[in-house]
T-cell receptor, first 107, second 113 residues
Framework: KNEVEQSPQNLTAQEGEFITINCSYS?????LHWLQQHPGGGIVSLFM???GKKKHGRLIATINIQEKHSSLHITASHPRDSAVYIC?????????FGTGTLLAVQP | DAGVIQSPRHEVTEMGQEVTLRCKPI?????LFWYRQTMMRGLELLIY????????DSGMPEDRFSAKMPNASFSTLKIQPSEPRDSAVYFC???????????FGSGTRLTVV
């Protein structure tokens, strides 16, 4: 079993829909990261969380340390949000990655 | 700030050749990480440095891989000899410390034929 599990693996949405991607982890962590990778592109760090909730534009990330669970929400989704979203946990200064969620937002 | 700079962006080489990937971290960041991304295994940590010192190289696949960080502004990842299974995208990332986020470079897409 992977230490970091993401769901769903693939997600197709219509433009404007509210999107949720989930991440569960099984190890003790100091922080959790949400990353975005466009096809053939580099990796961009969206959020780093150790507790509570963070918001940046249309993106919201939450974490529940007790339940070892985090969610990434996208409000009013847009085709340019189409990308792979990767959850990663920071454990002893190393990142352990989930397998990613491939999001396609259709116009 | 130019971000984390990796070179080359693309590398195609023949099996058996030596390959050197380069990374310039963000000035002031004291941790540097090399990651490999493949379709089969996703993102994997190869090695990371703190204050130019290798801290954890447990992810380095085998002796054909080596990494150095001679100073705070430069690191190399070398594969010698390269094999087709080394084909992947190699990312370098840097971080100020564990309480800060990571900044990734654009990656080097390596193809070994």
């Amino acid at each position: 079993k992977n230490e970091v599990e993401q769901s769903p693996q693939n997600l197709t949405a219509q433009e404007g829909e509210f999107i949720t991607i989930n991440c569960s982890y099984s190890v003790g962590i100091s922080a959790l990261h949400w990353l975005q990778q466009h096809p053939g592109g580099g990796i961009v760090s969206l959020f780093m969380l150790s507790s509570g909730k963070k918001k940046h534009g249309r993106l919201i990330a939450t974490i529940n340390i007790q339940e070892k669970h985090s969610s990434l929400h996208i409000t009013a989704s847009h085709p340019r949000d189409s990308a792979v979203y990767i959850c990663a946990v920071n454990r002893t200064n190393k990142l352990i990655f989930g397998t990613g969620t491939l999001l396609a937002v259709q116009p | 700030d130019a971000g984390v700079i990796q070179s080359p962006r693309h590398e195609v080489t023949e099996m058996g050749q030596e390959v050197t990937l380069r990374c310039k971290p963000i000035s002031g960041h004291n941790s540097l990480f090399w990651y490999r991304q493949t379709m089969m295994r996703g993102l994997e940590l190869l090695i990371y440095f703190n204050n130019n010192v290798p801290i954890d190289d447990s992810g380095m696949p085998e002796d054909r891989f080596s990494a150095k960080m001679p100073n705070a502004s430069f690191s190399t990842l070398k594969i010698q000899p390269s094999e087709p299974r080394d084909s992947a995208v190699y990312f370098c990332a840097s971080s100020k410390d564990r309480n800060y986020g990571y900044t990734f470079g654009s990656g080097t897409r390596l193809t070994v034929v």
